[in-house]
């Protein structure tokens, strides 16, 4: 089946640093990925789509500057958190659709900023 | 955009017992998706079902299309069913390709 890897599972960084996480399709090829944003005991919400080899399309409310998404390959996406706060502490998650299969999340990344 | 309610949004069962959590959602859909998210945060895909009724186990799921509501059901729950519980859709609106709306979730908590 479709298995979507994501790297790290957990960071903590300090204020002001960037945190780079990625998502990769282990087997099978991924044009576009999304990534979601999810705060203690709420949904999950889209932040943007991943579009491989071109820019990618954020959500209303999302700061482009502030979340970096590069998809350079067509199993690879990375999304950066640059000059993070401790508002930016959440969990991120990436999914890649797997036609016929619906789409298929990786495991997370839980963010704490300090 | 498209509105997606869970319900209920919490559910207490004894172990061996049966439920039925609901998903309406106010527009048609290419995609409905049910998912368990683990106490780690994993999101794991129970059911791919735009329509019809599918079974895995002791899980089943049923979505009426023209009615937009989907329904899933648990029985002889056991204490590896606790989570949360999404529904997640998307939309046939052209700008909403790929884009899954979740609900709020249900959280189910399976007592020994």
């Known amino acids: 089946g479709a298995v979507v890897s994501q790297h790290p599972s957990r960071v903590i960084c300090k204020s002001g640093t960037s945190v780079k996480i990625e998502c990769r399709s282990l087997?099978?090829?991924?044009?576009?990925m999304f990534w979601y944003r999810q705060f203690p005991k709420q949904s999950l919400m889209l932040m943007a789509t991943?579009?491989?080899?071109?820019?990618?399309?954020?959500e209303q409310g999302v700061e482009k500057d502030k979340f970096l998404i590069n998809h350079a390959s067509l199993t690879l996406s990375t999304l950066t958190v640059t000059s993070a706060h401790p508002e930016d502490s959440s969990f991120y998650i990436c999914?890649?659709?797997?036609?016929?299969?619906?789409?298929?999340f990786g495991s997370g990344t839980r963010l704490t900023v300090v | 955009g498209i509105q997606v309610e869970q319900s209920p949004p919490d559910l207490i069962l004894q172990e061996g017992a049966n439920s039925t959590l609901r998903c309406n959602f106010s527009?048609?859909?290419?995609?409905l998706q049910w998912f368990h998210q683990n106490p780690w945060g994993q999101l794991i895909n129970l059911f791919y079902?735009?329509?019809g009724t599918k079974q895995n186990g002791r899980l089943s799921a049923t979505t009426v299309a023209t009615e937009r509501y989907s329904l899933l059901y648990i029985s002889s729950s056991q204490t590896t069913d606790s989570g949360v519980y999404f529904c997640?859709?998307?939309?046939?609106?052209?700008?909403?390709?790929?884009?899954?709306?979740f609900g709020a979730g249900t959280q189910v908590v399976v007592t020994p």
């Open positions: 999914s890649a659709s797997n036609r016929g299969y619906g789409y298929t």
């Open positions: 527009d048609s859909v290419n995609n």
């Open positions: 997640a859709v998307e939309s046939m609106t052209t700008d909403s390709w790929g884009k899954l709306q």
């Open positions: 079902i735009p329509s």
């Open positions: 991943s579009n491989e080899g071109s820019k990618a399309t954020y």
């Open positions: 087997d099978f090829q991924a044009t576009t």
